[in-house]
T-cell receptor
Framework: AQSVTQLGSHVSVSEGALVLLRCNYSSSVPPYLFWYVQYPNQGLQLLLKYTTGATLVKGINGFEAEFKKSETSFHLTKPSAHMSDAAEYFCAVSAYFTMDSNYQLIWGAGTKLIIKP | DTGVSQNPRHKITKRGQNVTFRCDPISEHNRLYWYRQTLGQGPEFLTYFQNEAQLEKSRLLSDRFSAERPKGSFSTLEIQRTEQGDSAMYLC????????????FGPGTRLTVT
């Protein structure tokens, strides 16, 4: 069965520092991978996605993520953190086949990003 | 229409009462999803529709929960005989058909059962 693990429920970085949010997945079939962001009192918004092709994908607000099949990882990075990046970030995997259904997005538990001034 | 809308945004109800939430998806999206999210957790899949057909329903979904999308446009999620454990954020999302199309989320309905 597919699963997603996000390491660290909270990550704190200083403004201007590198942001690294970790996501590992398990999937028996080639996955599609997503990062979503949730600002307080707002809906989830797609940051970026990997489907096929180039393994380094760029998203909105300067974020990017690299699909590493050998490591089953899809870590999210941003070179320089801004105060406005403070939010909760969710990694998700979609696979055509799961034990329960032929389509489902499986979500990680989320990582809250805290930006220190 | 620029996004997914959900009503109401907040609902407080007493245990045992029935509640109904509404979701209006992006008009050209034929897929509509319902999720539940509790504090500190990612969204938990409940069910999804393709047009008016309910194609998948989570095994975790109690019989007290029912969802409809009668004309393939808006959807309603009803919870009968609410329990305190039903307190959560209920999220609706819509997308075009296909596994890799982005899901667009609404702001959610926060349910509190007292």
């Amino acid at each position: 069965a597919q699963s997603v693990t996000q390491l660290g429920s909270h990550v704190s970085v200083s403004e201007g520092a590198l942001v690294l949010l970790r996501c590992n997945y398990s999937s028996s079939v080639p996955p599609y991978l997503f990062w979503y962001v949730q600002y307080p009192n707002q809906g989830l918004q797609l940051l970026l996605k990997y489907t096929t092709g180039a393994t380094l994908v760029k998203g909105i607000n300067g974020f990017e993520a690299e699909f590493k099949k050998s490591e089953t990882s899809f870590h999210l990075t941003k070179p320089s953190a801004h105060m406005s990046d403070a939010a909760e970030y969710f990694c998700a995997v979609s696979a055509y086949f799961t034990m329960d259904s032929n389509y489902q997005l499986i979500w990680g538990a989320g990582t809250k990003l805290i930006i220190k001034p | 229409d620029t996004g997914v809308s959900q009503n109401p945004r907040h609902k407080i109800t007493k245990r045992g009462q029935n509640v109904t939430f509404r979701c209006d998806p992006i008009s050209e999206h034929n897929r509509l999803y319902w999720y539940r999210q509790t504090l500190g957790q990612g969204p938990e899949f409940l069910t999804y529709f393709q047009n008016e057909a309910q194609l998948e329903k989570s095994r975790l979904l109690s019989d007290r929960f029912s969802a409809e999308r009668p004309k393939g446009s808006f959807s309603t999620l009803e919870i009968q005989r609410t329990e305190q454990g039903d307190s959560a954020m209920y999220l609706c999302a819509s997308s075009l058909e296909g596994d890799f199309y982005e899901q667009y989320f609404g702001p959610g309905t926060r349910l509190t059962v007292t």
